[in-house]
């Protein structure tokens, strides 16, 4: 291999010598560079250096060169195929790059002769660093086009999307939090769960186990247990609510509608209406009356099953039993005016 040393001054616009090599004369050739400041040396410290060149027909060559002595700004580049796969007058010079800075030598005058064996050396050999670059992308391109994936936007899937336990789906909202919600299935249990996770608050989860939604968040929606109806509830056409009692065996239990003052204490039964059911299927009726315990047959309105009735402890008289009266004789018995 010919090695050929050269002196090359950044702060000189021209650098006058002439390098001469042969078409495909691959790694033939090795350029051995001391970089310059003004005669000074030039540090290279944490640098790369790459050798660019161009030819009369817009060939363009991109290659790594490596650093000898980086104090003492040495470095050395070997002409790789691309580099001499045109025979032509190549205008070369040599970069510095280091994060954002970039610095470059002044033109390199390269003369490669031509090589009798021209035409027969293939093609592909001899191209440029951008050209590899773009057969890489599109030798990629194909590879994803012909696999069965999702493209970030705008795509559209036609399979299933599984998701691992605990791993989530998350979607971003645009107000003045910027809130992050969560839906994912709970890691351990069979739940579907969805959370907001910047104010660490659940909304709602499923849990199939027991076949059960539960809304966590304030709602519309009239809860099964613990809810209050804030506005009117309408029965249309056969509409009907139904209230369950224990069976026997039981202790005495009662079932109605149950009535509070909202503005002053609204956990106090301040009257109401339904069903008593005494202990073990003991005695039964409907009651209506005030405090707190309407059912309670000394203080309301009872009405049993037999059709009998009770206010506040006293039977009230039907005409059914309305029965037991005296005949008073009117025999010599006188009106008498205004009474």
Do not use: C
């Not at 959370?195 to 199939?208: A, E, G, L, M």
């Amino acid at each position: 291999m010919r090695n050929e040393e050269i002196i090359i001054d950044l702060a000189d616009p021209v650098f006058t010598k002439t390098i001469r090599s042969r078409q495909n004369d691959k790694n033939g050739l090795k350029l051995t560079v001391y970089a310059r400041e003004k005669g000074q040396n030039v540090d290279l410290t944490g640098y790369v250096v790459k050798y660019e060149a161009t030819n009369h027909t817009g060939v363009f060559i991109r290659d790594d060169a490596q650093i000898v002595d980086a104090k003492n700004g040495v470095f050395s580049y070997t002409f790789t195929s691309q580099a001499v796969s045109t025979s032509d007058d190549w205008t070369a010079y040599f970069v510095m790059e280091k994060s954002t800075e970039r610095m470059s030598t002044p033109d390199i005058r390269i003369t490669l002769r031509r090589d009798v064996k021209e035409g027969n050396i293939k093609i592909e050999n001899y191209i440029s660093e951008f050209e590899i670059i773009k057969k890489t992308l599109d030798e990629l391109q194909k590879k994803l086009n012909a696999m069965d994936v999702v493209k970030k936007s705008g795509d559209t899937m036609t399979g299933d999307l599984g998701m691992d336990p605990g791993k989530s789906v998350q979607f971003k909202s645009s107000g003045s939090t910027n809130n992050n919600y969560v839906l994912r299935g709970q890691a351990g249990q069979n739940k579907l769960v969805l959370s907001d996770i910047t104010s660490n608050k659940f909304i709602w989860d499923y849990f199939s186990d027991t076949d059960t939604f539960t809304v966590i968040s304030n709602t519309n929606l009239l809860k099964k247990t613990g809810d209050i109806i804030t506005g009117l509830l309408k029965f249309h056409a056969l509409g009907q609510m139904l209230m369950t009692q224990p069976d026997s065996a039981t202790g005495p239990s009662a079932r109605g509608l149950h009535y509070a003052d909202k503005d002053t204490d609204g956990s106090v039964n301040r009257g109401g209406m339904g069903r008593f059911k005494g202990a073990n299927n003991g005695e039964e009726y409907l009651y209506m009356g005030f405090g707190a315990t309407p059912w309670d047959s000394q203080s309301g309105l009872i009405v049993r099953p037999d059709g009998s009735a009770t206010l506040k402890g006293k039977k009230i008289a039907t005409a059914e039993n309305d029965t037991g009266w005296i005949k008073l004789a009117t025999t010599g018995v006188e009106n008498v005016a205004n009474r």
